[in-house]
């Protein structure tokens, strides 16, 4: 009873620009922004290894307007490389792919098969009694399809293990556009033995009567989309089992790491609990290279210090980084605060400053409205996704004005102590 072996991908983005990371580190950029390229033909490498019968792609291969032509000759180097060994490739266009002009232009080697607008079902011949296959794939012209697709592919073919291919937000997710909806309980419902998904970048599997499996975007781009990023290896029997296998191709992992600076009372201590934290995470990462946002909180004297240099602090954690080998900073978040003092300290002008600027001046109903008004004025200029994202409501815009106040006053306080004696290196 031979099985039919696949490897499943989807959301390749190739290209894809990474205009966030670019501002802080260019090299970081470039490094990740490559990433796309080397985890793609590591999926080649993988279908290569296992002998399988087919890639099949869900979706969002390219990264929205891709005019290079570059990603054309890389891409079709990669499908040869399939073609001379005799491995069948099936590709739906994604939102993503519908914007490309390489999606219309690159011609593709004859193991490829890119469905079209019109749903379409390929069956495949197999080996004197073995259960057929049949591929099902719909592709859209344009980047929106507000309504399920389900509806318009091809019933499942009587006798054959159906294998569906599918771009589709399903019941939803927050950080995805709504494109072709479709609830799981309808697929599994559907007929077909295995759902190839795509769309949304991480991974999660259903199984029963149908297998449903949205594999992830293979290489993650941002602290978003964090943790170790995989493409799924399956196999079909001919009874109709299926086993899944997650295979980790993501060259670059991103993570969000954090450090306890809770009673630091020195920098170099500060450094030790930075490298340490960066080294376990690195011990933990399944993929080559580690990508760290920082998140350093606590309660240390060395709080005011931590914001005041906070480029010092990056230059430590990016040597610390470079001595580990493999590991990049991609951002430092810092949310410190400084012990509480007694009332004997009360002298202290910048303690006495601070006490004004929280009870007298943030506190105040004045200040508030004022504060109010001018953050209303700047999401004004924002697109509407952004507004709502940062203030979706009064209550968030509260939280943001307290959030900033808070934030600003202790920023001007990190500077006005800079001879602070309790914050020596």
């Known amino acids: 009873m031979g099985a039919y072996r696949f490897v499943h991908s989807a959301d390749v983005h190739l290209d894809s620009p990474l205009r966030s990371l670019a501002l802080r580190d260019p090299r970081l950029a470039e490094f990740v922004g490559n990433a796309s390229r080397q985890v793609f033909s590591r999926i080649v490498d993988l279908c290569l290894d296992e002998q399988v019968n087919a890639l099949l792609l869900a979706g969002d ?14 891409l079709a180097e990669q499908l040869r ?8 490739v099936f590709v739906i266009r994604g939102n993503h792919d519908a914007l490309s002009k390489i999606t219309k232009e690159l011609v593709l080697p004859e193991n490829v098969h890119l469905f079209g607008g019109r749903a379409d079902a390929i069956e495949i011949p197999r080996d004197c009694g073995e259960r057929p296959i049949a591929i099902h794939g719909l592709s859209f012209a344009r980047p929106q399809a507000p309504e399920s697709l389900l509806a318009k592919y091809r019933p499942p073919v009587a006798g054959a ?4 291919l599918m771009h589709t937000s399903l019941d939803g997710s927050p950080p995805h556009d709504v494109y072709a ?14 759902w ?11 199984e029963g009567p149908c297998t449903v499996v949205m594999p992830g975007i293979p290489q993650g781009r941002d602290v978003g989309e964090q943790g170790p990023k ?9 009874d109709g089992s299926v086993t899944l296998e997650e295979r980790i191709v993501g060259l670059a992992q991103f993570e969000r790491v954090v450090v306890d600076a809770s009673g630091a009372a020195s920098w170099p201590e500060l450094a030790a609990r930075l490298e340490k934290a960066l080294g376990d995470a690195a011990d933990r990462s399944a993929s080559d290279h580690l990508v760290a946002r920082l998140a350093v909180s606590g309660t240390t004297s060395l709080a005011w210090t931590i914001r005041r240099d906070a480029d010092l602090l990056r230059a430590e954690a990016e040597a610390r980084a470079e001595a ?16 509480a003092v007694d009332s004997a300290e009360i002298a202290d002008p910048v303690e006495t400053l601070r006490r004004t600027m929280s009870d007298e001046i943030v506190g105040s109903e004045a200040f508030r409205a004022e504060a109010d008004g001018i953050v209303s004025d700047l999401l004004a200029q924002l697109p509407p996704e952004c507004r709502r994202s940062l203030a979706p409501d009064d209550t968030g815009l509260d939280l943001l004005v307290g959030r900033l106040a808070s934030e600003g006053s202790e920023e001007v306080l990190a500077r006005l102590a800079a001879g602070s004696t309790q914050e020596v290196r």
């Not at 291969?61 to 890389?74: H, N, P, V």
């Not at 490389?81 to 069948?88: H, Y």
């Not at 995989?230 to 001919?238: E, F, N, R, Y």
């Open 161 to 164: 293990i159906n294998i569906g």
């Open 81 to 88: 490389r399939l073609d001379a060994a005799g491995i069948k």
């Open 230 to 238: 995989s493409v799924t290896l399956a196999s079909v029997l001919d």
């Open 181 to 194: 909806p479709c609830s799981t309980a309808d697929l599994l419902g559907s007929g077909f033995r295995y």
């Open 324 to 339: 580990i080998g493999n590991v990049w900073i991609e951002k430092i978040d810092t949310d410190c605060r400084r012990p």
């Open 196 to 206: 190839a998904l795509g769309h949304i970048h991480k991974r999660s599997t259903t």
């Open 61 to 74: 291969l390219y990264d929205g307007e891709q005019t290079s032509m570059k990603t054309a000759r890389f």
